[in-house]
């Protein structure tokens, strides 16, 4: 406290250095990059216009700190509105508007500007959240995964994972792009073969927006099956160097940014948890720590091309508190404590991403060439009572995965149709080393396998958009294929064929109805393509391993209001087909994916089918003097066959969903944000007791085996809770300083969640054998509850050179 009393006292004493500052930028031709002369740029909150020069170039000076809403236009373009820009004094905000050109039916219809990104190729399902809404949302602490919790049909769960499950999709259903650059993964501690873990990767002072795709996925983006969630990087600061430092609740994030000569600037950023020190000090008995750094350089060497090279890595550190029994007395503590201390095992993983996206602007057209490599390593290791010898040894994983890509794509408008085509070639290796003891059916088998797999993938995509009746009616229509080199059934191009089709109609200048069908195809997870059996064949190959498919239809209508606010409701239903189906366990591997550790390392067969569908109801308003508010509604039904052919609720069958969200910004540098969610229990399957309780497997396992027979026929209690969150800032000559109040379930909600099976012992810790059959153990459940409250300060300081 004394900290933030004298950085308090030192802000105070330099408010009178307070100036004001700069902010310009180019309008361009978003097809050419050509400049527009003479096109009008106005600060909407201050009504303050100007007007561009013959390059393009406008500028605003003696602006105050604070954030507003830009406005461009010109004559033969449609307009565009940039949100939420945050001026301060510590830089020069600099502002890139793409007109997109508008042709001769187009140039009848007046065209005013939204706030709301659409686009032919996604009328539907399309949400976008800039900077400022991404860094306030309560709750989220800065972290980029949980902010897209706030979004229609994005399902919450009561843990401390970031799973991002949409429209009752598995978390592994996701694609993630990074300026264009996929990015494997977005999440510390990620599950293989899944997406999520508990701490985003992403350091949110790199976001200028995100587009998130729930459906009406693009032809070059349709690859996943759930979503596509496209992050949009800033640029660095071309005059002068910017420092950035953030100290949170669990890490510290150091973030530099500026100019390299004049044609080139970056941005880079290191950070490193403490969060293994708070949990040592809360008694808890794992230790997570984790440490990323990010990167992205810009090189122009003239307004036809454009070069960004970014980068991404992270090294986590998944131990166990072997000590975090000392000194408690509590019994039901130290139960849960070993419990977990005899469960989770230890895990080191790394990973990576780098590539470089070149955009070349020709007369009417878009060059892009993408190339990047990424790698995940990941290894974990469990012994009986965490005694490591050899005889105890339990679990001995490692793997790792990678992947070297390449994609072209060529952008072009002719005669009102709007063209994008483009190929995309891959090279990926995965190997495997595993050593596991798991329990099948009451039965211990120890499996001991190496595998390395080598493929070629290949993609080809296009498509095309055209607007008719003077704009007001637009189509869309796409068509990809993937191929890989791992069987001839994947190699075979009309297997996996991806026709989608989108269209929009306005019923007025506010009022549009939209409509997307389209089928996406995705190619299963390294684990499970990899997967040998002790003689070393590709069991799944064998089995005939496929795509896995799903089938969309999202039917939507939304109004626009005249206070920046849009009303949207769409209905979905997504048809899933050859999804993986394990042989061992006889479930749908679309029930798997929140867990710690791997998903798919086992025999599989491409036969589960199922189904989502649900209803969604948004209103987002933007900021309109100093309010904003999001309310999200979304009612979902997700089911998948179970082994004997019938219907039941998969785990991701959250039925309601709420998000609502809403704040006030003042105008002395206060701000407060309030977010309430709900989300109904989702599914699960109780535990065979029977089969637990046997001494062979209990020693094993270390935990309740799941009774498959009664798949998800159990539920979890209802999730909710109120996150607040309070900020001010000072804004200096040189510097600019936020403190945070973030408080994370203010009124200490706690969601009952699947219970604990736990073997008794004596007072020695030594198990009970059960009376009445020597070869089982006693055993007992508990009662298994989630939801603390988190408090949270936080301080982010950025100054200029």
Avoid at 485 to 514: E, G, H, R, V
Avoid at 628 to 651: C, I, P, R
């Amino acid at each position: 406290m004394k900290i933030f009393s004298l950085l308090a006292i030192i802000v105070v004493s330099m408010q009178s250095f307070a100036q004001q500052t700069t902010v310009k930028g180019r309008v361009a031709s978003s097809i050419s990059n050509e400049s527009i002369e003479m096109a009008s740029v106005t600060i909407v909150e201050l009504q303050k216009i100007v007007f561009t020069d013959k390059n393009g170039v406008f500028s605003f000076e003696n602006i105050l700190p604070g954030l507003y809403t830009f406005k461009a236009k010109a004559t033969g373009f449609d307009e565009q509105v940039l949100n939420e820009i945050s001026v301060t004094y510590t830089r020069t905000i600099e502002l890139n508007f793409t007109l997109e050109p508008l042709f001769k039916q187009q140039q009848e219809v007046k065209v005013k500007a939204s706030p709301f990104k659409k686009n032919p190729e996604s009328p539907v399902s399309l949400r976008t959240l800039n900077a400022a809404e991404i860094e306030r949302l309560p709750g989220a602490g800065r972290d980029v995964s949980k902010v897209l919790q706030a979004l229609p049909g994005v399902a919450l769960r009561p843990t401390f994972r970031n799973d991002i499950i949409i429209r009752g999709g598995s978390p592994g259903e996701n694609k993630f792009y990074l300026d264009g650059i996929e990015v494997p993964n977005i999440n510390h501690f990620a599950t293989q073969g899944s997406s999520g873990g508990p701490v985003g990767l992403l350091n949110v002072n790199f976001i200028r927006e995100v587009d998130f795709y729930s459906g009406a996925f693009p032809a070059n983006r349709a690859n996943g099956l759930s979503s596509v969630i496209s992050f949009n990087q800033k640029d660095g600061n071309k005059e002068k160097l910017v420092t950035n430092f953030a100290l949170g609740s669990s890490d510290a994030a150091l973030t530099f940014d500026g100019p390299l000569g004049k044609k080139a600037d970056f941005i880079f950023s290191i950070r490193r948890s403490y969060l293994q020190f708070l949990f040592s000090a809360l008694k808890l008995p794992f230790l997570p720590t984790y440490n990323d750094s990010q990167f992205k350089v810009n090189i122009r060497p003239n307004d036809k091309n454009k070069i960004s090279i970014i980068g991404l890595g992270a090294f986590d550190d998944f131990a166990l508190n072997t000590s975090v029994n000392d000194g408690i007395t509590d019994t039901a503590k130290l139960e849960y404590n070993n419990f977990i201390l005899g469960n989770i095992p230890t895990q080191k993983q790394w990973n990576y991403t780098i590539g470089m996206n070149w955009q070349h602007y020709s007369k009417n057209s878009i060059q892009t060439f993408v190339a990047s490599r990424n790698m995940l390593n990941n290894s974990s290791v469990r012994y009986f009572n965490n005694i490591e010898a050899p005889v105890n040894r339990i679990l001995d994983y490692s793997s790792f995965e990678a992947e070297n890509k390449f994609r072209f794509e060529h952008q072009f408008t002719k005669n009102g149709y709007k063209f994008n085509f483009g190929v995309g070639y891959e090279y990926a290796r995965y190997f495997s080393s595993n050593y596991n003891k798991i329990a099948i059916q009451g039965n211990v088998i120890t499996i001991d396998n190496q595998s390395n797999l080598y493929m070629s993938k290949a993609s080809a995509f296009g498509q095309v958009s055209k607007a008719y009746l003077n704009g007001r009616m637009n189509l869309s229509l796409g068509l990809r294929t993937d191929i890989n080199s791992y069987s001839s059934s994947m190699a075979n191009p009309l297997n996996q064929l991806s026709p989608m089709f989108s269209a929009s109609y306005k019923l007025t200048p506010s009022w549009t109805i939209n409509a997307n069908i389209a089928r996406y195809n995705q190619l299963p997870a390294y684990t499970i393509l990899g997967y040998r059996n002790a003689t070393g064949d590709l069991v799944n190959k064998q089995n005939d391993l496929k795509y896995i498919t799903a089938d969309h239809f999202v039917l939507g209508t939304a109004y626009s209001t005249e206070f920046n606010a849009r009303f949207s409701v769409e209905g979905f239903y997504k048809k899933y087909n050859k999804y993986p189906f394990s042989i061992n366990d006889s479930i749908s591997l679309a029930n798997l994916g929140t867990d710690f550790g791997i998903v798919g390392n086992e025999a599989v067969r491409s036969v589960s089918i199922g189904r989502a569908y649900g209803t969604e109801f948004l209103y987002q308003q933007k900021m309109v003097k100093g309010f904003y508010g999001v309310v999200a509604y979304t009612f979902v039904t997700s089911e998948f066959l179970n082994a004997q052919d019938h219907y039941v609720a998969s785990s991701w069958d959250s039925k309601n969903i709420v998000s609502l969200t809403g704040g006030k910004r003042f105008k002395n540098g206060w701000e407060v944000g309030v977010r309430w969610l709900y989300s109904g229990g989702s599914p699960y399957t109780p535990i065979d007791v029977a089969t637990s309780s046997l001494k062979a497997v209990w020693d094993v396992n270390g935990r309740g085996l799941l009774d498959y027979s009664k798949l998800n026929t159990e539920r979890e209690g209802s999730f909710h809770q109120l996150n607040i969150r309070v900020d001010k800032k000072y804004y200096l000559k040189k510097w600019t300083l936020n403190f945070y109040l973030d408080i994370q379930n203010a009124y200490a909600a706690k969601t009952k969640v699947a219970p604990i099976l736990l073997v008794e012992k004596d007072a020695a810790g030594n198990p009970i054998t059960d009376p009445n059959d020597p070869t089982r153990y006693k055993t007992k459940f508990i009662e298994n509850t989630s939801g603390i409250l988190q408090p949270s300060i936080g301080i982010i300081i950025e100054f200029k050179q």
